[in-house]
């Protein structure tokens, strides 16, 4: 069965620090797509990327990158220059391109970023 | 503007009623789902529908009932059998297997 772990339960920075959240995943499928949201205060999930499993190509939006690695099956998240606004809990998903889609879409258990002015 | 929307935002219930939560997207999405998380937690998936007339359970689908009787509309019932319901519902919907886009959620409290 597929899997997402997310080690990093809490982490705390400083404004203008760089920070990586790790994201950890396991399946069995060859075509599989991995996701980061972002969930503010005020509960609302926001999509941030979708990965498929054949674009390994980093990706940078603004301060935001992502490093995907088939290799050592991770996925992940760089905020450049945190801001207080980056404050919330990161999710990362793994959607397998099976037939039965929807019960394949797994979540990890989430990171809660601090950023302290 | 097409979304997801949830209602009602704050949802307060007695013990053993019954009360349910409304989910509309406008995204002409075919799959829906429905999360819960708790205080401190990952979500986890409630129930989940493919196409119209057609759910499946997820992994804490106890206690829960759905109906998907449009596109547009998943909602969800929190029934007398739930022992713990308090906790933020939140809905969603996708195209297949692609991202799941998330409504802003609902928050029930069990008095």
């Known amino acids: 069965a597929q899997k997402v772990t997310q080690a990093q339960t809490e982490i705390s920075v400083v404004e203008k620090e760089d920070v990586t959240l790790d994201c950890v995943y396991e399946?069995?499928?060859?075509?599989?797509?991995l996701f980061w949201y972002k969930q503010p205060p005020s509960g609302e999930l926001v999509f941030l990327i979708r990965?498929?499993?054949?674009?390994?190509q980093n990706e940078i939006s603004g301060r935001y990158s992502w490093n995907f690695q088939k290799s050592t099956s991770s996925f992940n998240f760089t905020i450049t220059a945190s801001q207080v606004v980056d404050s919330a809990v990161y999710f990362c998903?793994?959607?397998?391109?099976?037939?039965?889609?929807?019960?394949?879409?797994?979540f990890g258990p989430g990171t809660r970023l601090s950023v302290l002015p | 503007d097409g979304g997801i929307t949830q209602s009602p935002k704050y949802l307060f219930r007695k013990e053993g009623q019954n009360v349910t939560l409304s989910c509309e997207q406008n995204?002409?999405?075919?799959?829906m789902y429905w999360y819960r998380q708790d205080p401190g937690q990952g979500l986890r998936l409630i129930y989940y529908?493919?196409?119209?007339?057609?759910?499946q359970k997820g992994d804490i689908a106890e206690g829960y009932s759905v109906s998907r009787e449009k596109k547009e509309s998943f909602p969800l019932t929190v029934t007398s059998a739930q022992k713990n319901p308090t906790a933020f519902y939140l809905c969603?919907?996708?195209?297949?297997?692609?991202?799941?886009?998330f409504g802003p959620g609902t928050r029930l409290t069990v008095l």
């Open positions: 969603a919907s996708s195209i297949d297997v692609l991202e799941q886009f």
């Open positions: 399946t069995r499928d060859t075509t599989y797509y």
């Open positions: 990965r498929n499993s054949f674009d390994e």
């Open positions: 998903a793994l959607s397998e391109a099976g037939d039965n889609y929807g019960q394949n879409f797994v």
């Open positions: 995204l002409n999405h075919d799959a």
């Open positions: 529908s493919q196409i119209v007339n057609d759910f």
